[in-house]
C-alpha cells in the first residue's frame, strides 16, 4: 500500500499549524507522509502506530516527532474513557521554520541533533512526555502568539531527553546529520546508503572517512549509536519493509533487491527484527483497507 500524499495547511497568522483532532470512532488507519515535521501527542487512545517500517503499540499519552516525508498512520483499538474521544494533539512545522530556531539562536542549537534523528521518528521517554503534555495540551487555548513560544518551549525541553529512542529504521536516500564531523559522517552515510545492497567493509568506509579502522568505529558509533553490522541490517531490513507495504512484488525478489541473496535468511533476520515474518508483515497494511484519498489539514480544531 502506497502512502499518500497530505497537504498541510498552515492558518493565517501563523507559522506553523496545530490539529486539535477528536474522534468518537477511533483513529482510522491513514497510510500517509507530507514535508512536514511532525509532533504528534495521543490522548485517551490506544492501539498500533506505523511509522517507516515500525509497527509497534501506542498508549495514552504517546509522543512522538517525526521528520519529512516519513509515512505514518496511527489506529485506534479502543479508549480507556468511553465519555471522552479519542485525541491526538498534532503540530506541524516546516523545515525552513525549525532551521531558522536553530541557526537564529544559540539556545536553541540543542535542537540540531533530534530534528536529524525525527527522520527515522522519535518516541521520548515517559518522564520527558509527561511533563510535555501539560504544556501542549494547553496549546489550543493560547493565542497565536503564545501558541509559538510554547512550541519553542516544548521542541526545547524535548531535545533534553536522554532517553529517547529512534522509531524506524535508516530510509535509503541521503541521511543529514548535523554536527562539526558533518563531512565526514556525512560521506560515509552517502556511501553506505548508496551500496546497502552490496558487502561494505570496515577498511573502505574508513578510507571514505579518511580515518583508521578504529576511528571510524568511534565515530560511526557516536553518530549512530549503532554498531555498522547493526545499521546495515536495520537499513536493508526497513527498505525491505518499504518494499513489502508498497508493492505487491515477490517476497524472493526483495530479499534479494535489498542485499539477501538467501531468501531462507532474510526470513531469518526480518523475523528477528520485526518479530513476525515478511509475509505477515505484508498482510499488517493489506487487512487495514484503502487509504482515504489525499486531504487537507488544516490549523484548527476537528
Not at 502512502?3 to 470512532?25: I, M
Not at 509559538?148 to 536522554?162: E, F, H, I, N
Amino acid at each position: 500500500m502506497r502512502p499518500q500524499f497530505e497537504k498541510v495547511t498552515v492558518p493565517p497568522g501563523a507559522s506553523w499549524a496545530l490539529l486539535d483532532r477528536r474522534l468518537e470512532d477511533g483513529i482510522p488507519f491513514e497510510w500517509h507522509y507530507h514535508p512536514e515535521y511532525e509532533l504528534t501527542l495521543t490522548l485517551n487512545s490506544r492501539g498500533q502506530r506505523f511509522i517507516g517500517d515500525s509497527v509497534e503499540m501506542y498508549d495514552d499519552g504517546d509522543l512522538v516527532l517525526l521528520g519529512p516525508n516519513l509515512p505514518h498512520t496511527w489506529f485506534s483499538a479502543d479508549r480507556y474513557d468511553d465519555g471522552r474521544p479519542h485525541h491526538a494533539l498534532v503540530m506541524w512545522f516546516t523545515g525552513d521554520w525549525a532551521s531558522g530556531l536553530v541557526d537564529g539562536f544559540a539556545e536553541m542549537r540543542s535542537l540540531g541533533p533530534m530534528l536529524a534523528e525525527a527522520g527515522r521518528g522519535v518516541a521520548f521517554s515517559p518522564g520527558i512526555a509527561k511533563t510535555a503534555r501539560g504544556l501542549i495540551e494547553e496549546l489550543p487555548d493560547l493565542s497565536a502568539s503564545d501558541r509559538l513560544v510554547r512550541l519553542m518551549s516544548v521542541l526545547a525541553l524535548l531535545s533534553t531527553d536522554r532517553g529517547r529512542t529512534a522509531v524506524a529504521a535508516p530510509v535509503s536516500g541521503r541521511a543529514t546529520v548535523t554536527s562539526p564531523d558533518q563531512p565526514r559522517i556525512q560521506r560515509v552515510l552517502d556511501h553506505i546508503h548508496a551500496h546497502y545492497r552490496e558487502p561494505i567493509s570496515v577498511s573502505r568506509l574508513a578510507e571514505v572517512a579518511a580515518l583508521s579502522p578504529s576511528g571510524f568505529h568511534r565515530l560511526f558509533r557516536r553518530h549512530t549509536r549503532l554498531t555498522l553490522t547493526a545499521y546495515l541490517a536495520q537499513l536493508r531490513i526497513g527498505q525491505a519493509c518499504a518494499l513489502l507495504a508498497s508493492t505487491d512484488r515477490p517476497i524472493a525478489h526483495i530479499a534479494d533487491e535489498v542485499g539477501y541473496a538467501n531468501l531462507a535468511n532474510f526470513n531469518r533476520r526480518f523475523r528477528a527484527a520485526k518479530g513476525m515474518t515478511p509475509r505477515d508483515y505484508r498482510r499488517r497494511f493489506a487487512t487495514k483497507g484503502s487509504v482515504e484519498a489525499p486531504h487537507t489539514r488544516m490549523g484548527m480544531s476537528t
